[in-house]
C-alpha cells in the first residue's frame, strides 16, 4: 500500500497567484480530511469528506480556499488568491472503517 | 476554552526517565482518544488508542478520566528515539450526525537527552 500520497512536496508561489495542492487517498478510505499545519495554531482541520461529499467546511478559513473530491481517488485544495499567510504545510489524511487517520506526507506551502 | 489543550512544553529529560503528558477536551460527547507523534517536519503517525479502562503499549501508558474529561500519556524509560512532538486526538461529532472528526491539541514536544 503506497498510503496516503501528496502533491507537490513543496511549493513556493507569489502572492496573488492559483495554488492547487493534490491528495491520493488509500485505496478503499471513504473519508477524507484536509489539515493546515504552522507553528502559531498548529494542526487545523479545513474540511473534510465522506464518500466524496464535504461534511465539513467549517474550517475553511476563507473564500480563497476550495476543496473537491470528484472520485473516491483524488481530492484537491484550492487556494485563490494566495497571500503570505496562507504558507504553512498542509496535510492530507484518509480514514476507513476504524477511527484512526493515515497522513500523508504535507506539502509544504511558501508564499512571497 | 480549545477544543483539546495540552501543555506545550518542551519537556527536556534524560534517557531513562519517565514522563508524562496531559490533556483535556471540551466535548464530553468525545467518544474516541488517541496519541500520536510527530518527528520535525514529518506527518503526524498514530501512536496509540485511548481506552477507558487504560492501556499499555511496552514503555507507553495511555490514561482516560472522562468525568474530569481528561487524558495522559506515561512513558518509561525514554530513549533517545522517544524525541517528538506529541499530539493528543479526540474525536467530536459533529452536527451532520453519524459522522466525526478529529481535532488535534497543539503538541507537547520532548526532548531526551543522554
Known amino acids: 500500500d503506497a498510503g496516503v500520497i501528496q502533491s507537490p512536496r513543496h511549493e513556493v508561489t507569489e502572492m496573488g497567484q492559483e495554488v492547487t495542492l493534490r491528495c491520493k487517498p488509500i485505496?478503499?478510505?471513504?473519508?477524507l480530511f484536509w489539515y493546515r499545519q504552522t507553528m502559531m495554531r498548529g494542526l487545523e482541520l479545513l474540511i473534510y469528506?465522506?464518500?466524496?461529499?464535504?461534511?465539513?467546511d467549517s474550517g475553511m478559513p476563507e473564500d480563497r480556499f476550495s476543496a473537491k473530491m470528484p472520485n473516491a481517488s483524488f481530492s484537491t485544495l484550492k487556494i485563490q488568491p494566495s497571500e503570505p499567510r496562507d504558507s504553512a504545510v498542509y496535510f492530507c489524511a484518509s480514514s476507513g472503517t476504524s477511527y484512526g487517520y493515515t497522513f500523508g506526507s504535507g506539502t509544504r506551502l511558501t508564499v512571497v | 476554552r480549545k477544543e483539546v489543550e495540552q501543555d506545550p512544553g518542551p519537556f527536556n529529560v534524560p534517557e531513562g526517565a519517565t514522563v508524562a503528558f496531559n490533556c483535556t477536551y471540551s466535548?464530553?460527547?468525545?467518544?474516541?482518544f488517541f496519541w500520536y507523534r510527530q518527528d520535525c517536519r514529518k506527518e503526524p503517525k498514530l501512536l496509540m488508542s485511548?481506552?477507558?479502562s487504560g492501556n499499555e503499549d511496552g514503555r507507553f501508558t495511555a490514561q482516560l478520566n472522562r468525568a474530569s474529561q481528561y487524558i495522559s500519556l506515561l512513558i518509561r524509560d525514554s530513549k533517545l528515539s522517544d524525541s517528538a512532538t506529541y499530539l493528543c486526538v479526540v474525536n467530536f461529532p459533529t452536527l451532520a450526525g453519524g459522522y466525526n472528526k478529529l481535532i488535534f491539541g497543539a503538541g507537547t514536544r520532548l526532548a531526551v537527552h543522554p
Open positions: 485511548v481506552y477507558s
Open positions: 469528506f465522506n464518500n466524496n461529499v464535504p461534511i465539513d
Open positions: 485505496s478503499g478510505h471513504n473519508s
Open positions: 466535548n464530553s460527547a468525545s467518544q474516541s
